[in-house]
């Protein structure tokens, strides 16, 4: 029995607590954040160039609100550009992008009308820049008015081949269903970066919506790549260089909040997850401390929460057929747990935050296991909707 139990309920439950207690706990992420120190004084000639890299296809909806915020950063004008693609759109995207370019002189714009993907856009966009930084964001994505210097000074100050910004959930009043679960995730991810950054100089996840990479370090992305973004992330670390995350580095998403468009977007993740953990695997036992045991944590671990979950049931439910009263009544508390927030209670705020959690963590397990086998696709991208200003 204390065989059962040590494998079909502990064992578990530890590969559940790892990745969202007790590695953000030795880290000191539920604690204060301490203060940042401020950044050394440079003239507007020191700092560097810096290329904005941005893929679009059909973000009519959303893209004069970036290109606005971008354009007008508190950074020197003579050293910020932006390189836009627009991926075969077949709504406004082009006519908009080429009017930025034609009164700011600003921005360049490349039009393909063959559908390329992402990874294949962002590839061509990088490798007609001169500029000494790329700096890789979405359409959705609005930039506070500093973001720009922040992230280049965290660069130069703390000699990092990448930097990651924070990026905020755009809230108001009008946004319902996921919206706030998802914020409240997102805000649990920056206190986890934040830690690492600190910790380890090797932040493992860093937002593809707002990441400034040396262009020197950046590396061609592989055809059929889900997830850019950590792709060029987990590559800069296994080659040696140091991926920090700036909180004063703030930008806005504006999240879908219709639950089955979330579903798919993590579904699509899922399969991204599946191509990292080939290339990257190795670097467990290649590099165990402190960067494999950061990816084991913070990401490996967390894309089997579905299983491990499923794992705690059967062994919850094993112990209880054996006899023991302790794992009927934590069995039957869990099944309630889970049934009312799947069902007639889903959606007052306490069980819709367990549904997403359940939900989401589903969808990265089918992506996970449905992606062995299929032929890689161009990713579409939510249908935006026009962004507020962020309370």
């Given at each position: ?9 502990l064992?578990?439950l ?27 004084a ?7 160039a ?7 296809r059909n ?17 020197p ?8 693609g ?50 890789f ?45 998802e ?21 493992i ?43 004063r ?13 979330e579903?798919?977007?993590?579904r699509?993740i ?67 747990l889970?049934?009312?927030s799947l ?31 299929s ?17």
């Amino acid at each position: 029995m204390s065989l059962w139990l040590a494998f079909g309920v502990l064992l578990p439950l530890l590969l559940l607590l790892q990745p969202y207690v007790l590695y953000p706990w030795s880290l000191g992420a539920f604690g204060r954040s301490p203060a940042q120190p401020p950044f050394q004084a440079r003239s507007e000639s020191e700092w560097p160039a810096v290329e904005v890299v941005l893929s679009a296809r059909n973000e009519e909806a959303v893209l004069d609100e970036t290109l606005k915020s971008l354009l007008e950063n508190d950074y020197p004008a003579e050293k910020l550009r932006i390189r836009l693609g627009s991926d075969a759109s077949t709504d406004h995207t082009v006519p908009l992008a080429e009017h930025w370019a034609s009164t700011t002189g600003r921005v360049k714009v490349l039009s393909s009308k063959e559908r390329l993907g992402k990874a294949e856009m962002l590839n061509r966009l990088a490798a007609e820049s001169q500029a000494d930084w790329l700096l890789f964001t979405d359409a959705n994505i609005r930039f506070d008015p500093l973001c720009i210097r922040h992230l280049v000074g965290c660069a130069l100050d703390r000699d990092a081949t990448a930097v990651g910004g924070r990026i905020a959930d755009a809230l108001d009043a009008s946004q319902k269903g996921i919206a706030l679960d998802e914020a409240r995730y997102l805000a649990f991810e920056n206190r986890l970066r934040e830690s690492e950054s600190r910790r380890w100089g090797a932040v493992i996840g860093v937002e593809g919506g707002c990441l400034l990479i040396k262009r020197s370090a950046f590396r061609p992305i592989p055809p059929g790549t889900a997830v850019d973004d950590f792709y060029q992330n987990m590559h800069i670390i296994e080659a040696g260089g140091k991926v920090l995350f700036e909180p004063r580095a703030l930008v806005w998403e504006r999240d879908a909040a219709d639950e089955a468009v979330e579903y798919r977007r993590k579904r699509r993740i899922g399969l991204g997850n599946r191509q990292n953990l080939v290339r990257f695997g190795a670097l467990l036992w290649t590099r165990p401390f402190p960067v494999g045991y950061a990816l084991l944590s913070h990401k490996f671990l967390r894309w089997g929460t579905a299983v491990w979950m499923a794992w705690l049931g059967l062994g919850l439910l094993g112990w209880a057929w054996n006899g023991s009263a302790l794992a009927s009544a934590l069995f039957v508390m869990g099944f309630c747990l889970v049934g009312l927030s799947l069902g007639p209670l889903r959606r007052r705020v306490f069980f819709r935050s367990i549904r997403h959690f359940i939900l989401m963590n589903l969808a990265l397990t089918e992506g996970l296991i449905l992606s062995y086998g299929s032929r890689p696709h161009h990713w579409e991208p939510t249908r935006r909707e026009k962004p507020t200003q962020p309370h």
